[in-house]
């Protein structure tokens, strides 16, 4: 690992950012982290990292989003459409990039944490898998022969319909959809539901319920989607509340309905996993993006 580039990551939560310098998960050099407050004061904090870490050979950017990952457009680089205060349409990968001057890679947190799973963590060698995290709000990474099912832009399988749990018509709370997946089983739509945070919740709260069937058939439209390898599952929260993974494996089970006759699948408990990099998945995945824009030559 010592022959492999230096490559600096930054990670953009909501929150905080993960700046990191590293070559791969056991040679870290050096990680800092920023809190996420304006744009500017943010990027500028960023700037001054990278600005001191200079001498890497590429660099990584895994954003919350949505972002515009097309390079043709004017808008490539840009967090777009977000509802965090000041920062829609706000420029991050192409400033970036000009300042460090290295092939710099620009994708989606949960892509990154992927492509970081499939590097060295749950899902280690395999090129078709799907990472979902289940937090703040509900993101997927779908990677197919070891690349981002991107189209237009990156995919948004957190907002899919899902079919309700028969007689229940709580509204949900994405304001775009109400009931969409996010808005049924996000960490925010299990608090509107339930009265308190997810992590508070007894295993037997009726809550789950709708919970584990909406994430169900979120794994039953990727198992039809992208056939993943293997499927990884992380995000506060499903780390913070084991007894739901034996719940969603066993919802995707039942909706697909024996329909899928492939043994992977069959197996859920070995085919529906935790991360194996933990939290270090999102900052270890700007290493990877970082990595990809090195080998594939991308234009900074
Ligand atoms: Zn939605």
């Known amino acids: 690992m010592t022959d492999a580039p230096l490559i600096a990551g930054v990670e953009l939560g909501g929150t905080k950012i993960n700046c990191i310098l590293a070559r791969g998960p056991d040679a870290i050099a050096e990680e800092v982290q920023i809190p996420t407050t304006s744009p500017e004061q943010t990027l500028a904090a960023i700037e001054a990292v990278l600005e001191r870490w200079r001498g890497f050979a590429a660099l990584g950017i895994a954003s919350f989003g949505p972002i515009s990952i097309d390079r043709s457009s004017e808008h490539y680089g840009h967090i777009t459409a977000t509802p965090k205060p000041d920062w829609a349409n706000t420029d991050v990968a192409r400033r970036l990039a000009r300042q460090t001057a290295v092939p710099t890679g620009f994708h989606t947190d949960v892509v990154g944490a992927a492509l970081a799973e499939a590097r060295w963590g749950a899902a280690a060698g395999l090129a078709d898998l799907a990472y979902v ?10 990677i197919a022969g070891g690349k981002p099912l991107d189209g237009l832009t990156h995919s948004e399988l957190g907002h899919i319909r899902v079919a309700r749990v028969a007689g229940d018509a709580w509204p949900g709370v994405c304001p775009f959809h109400g009931d969409c997946l996010e808005g049924l089983a996000s960490g925010p739509a299990i608090a509107a539901r339930a009265g308190k945070p997810a992590q508070m919740l007894s295993s037997e709260d009726p809550a789950w319920d709708g919970v584990a069937h909406a994430l169900g058939q979120l794994l039953h ?42 043994d992977e699948v069959a197996q859920a408990d070995t085919y529906i996993v935790p991360p194996g990099l933990g939290d270090r998945a999102g900052p270890l995945g700007a290493i990877v993006l970082g990595e990809q824009a090195l080998h594939g030559g991308s234009p900074s």
Request: aromatic letters at 4%.
């Open 133 to 142: 995290t289940v937090g703040t709000g509900i993101g997927v990474g779908l």
């Open 221 to 262: 439209t990727l198992v039809l989607t992208g056939v993943p390898r293997r499927i990884v599952m992380g995000g506060g929260v499903m780390v913070g509340t084991a007894h739901l993974f034996p719940r969603v494996r066993a919802a995707m089970t039942a909706s697909l309905a024996g329909y899928v006759s492939l």
